[in-house]
């Protein structure tokens, strides 16, 4: 999308469907962070970490739904160009950047959903106490010795997952904040609605 700002120059953006599903993931996934490390800290008190629980697998399904609501956006709305001066490297590293936070994003809820579809106890998973959420069904057969070590591996690479998406948002915003303060180009104005295009000597 390009917009016309008040000086007369142009400025391509990202839809603002973009922007949106963009900071509201961004808000999600921190919440969820925190949430998890919170909810699994002996100190929390049970009857207060099975909250969590809850609400922790109902914000992961639903930033599951908006990961792919958003990917099917991103593809019918391609995303404006990168500055003409950007070294070619960083335009690479940029674009895999942004698949790793797709994979991420919807790696990290699927590996929540095969562990608790594998866990050895029985608890339901209602999304927000509105409706059930199935198990994966083709995990259903495995036997308990089966299901131990699919649940052991989904709950490893739930982890790692989650700290990739600590580096990868390190990355992003420092790059971010590097394109806004040293290289002086429109970069980040383009995901904040609110700053306007610097001004360039």
Do not use: C
């Not at 996934?29 to 929390?44: H, R, S, V, Y």
Request: glycine content about 6%.
């Amino acid at each position: 999308m390009t917009t016309t700002d008040a000086d007369g120059s142009h400025l391509a953006r990202y839809t603002a469907v973009a922007v949106l599903l963009h900071w509201l993931m961004a808000i999600l996934l921190t919440m969820q962070i925190f949430g998890g490390w919170t909810m699994t800290d002996e100190a929390t008190p049970r009857a207060q970490a099975f909250q969590m629980f809850q609400l922790h697998k109902s914000f992961g399904f639903t930033i599951l739904a908006l990961s792919f609501l958003r990917l099917a956006w991103r593809i019918m709305n391609p995303p404006p160009p990168a500055p003409a001066d950007m070294p070619g490297w960083q335009k690479v590293v940029a674009e895999l950047t942004h698949f790793g936070f797709y994979v991420l994003m919807i790696g990290i809820p699927l590996s929540g959903w095969v562990m608790i579809s594998t866990a050895p106890y029985t608890v339901t998973t209602m999304w927000f106490g509105l409706f059930e959420i199935p198990k994966i069904a083709a995990l259903s057969v495995f036997d308990p010795a089966a299901k131990k070590v699919w649940n052991e591996a989904a709950n490893s690479a739930h982890s790692a997952l989650v700290w990739g998406t600590i580096g990868l948002w390190v990355l992003h915003v420092g790059a971010a904040l590097k394109h806004h303060t040293i290289d002086r180009d429109d970069v980040l104005t383009r995901m904040i609605p609110f700053l306007k295009p610097l001004k360039r000597s």
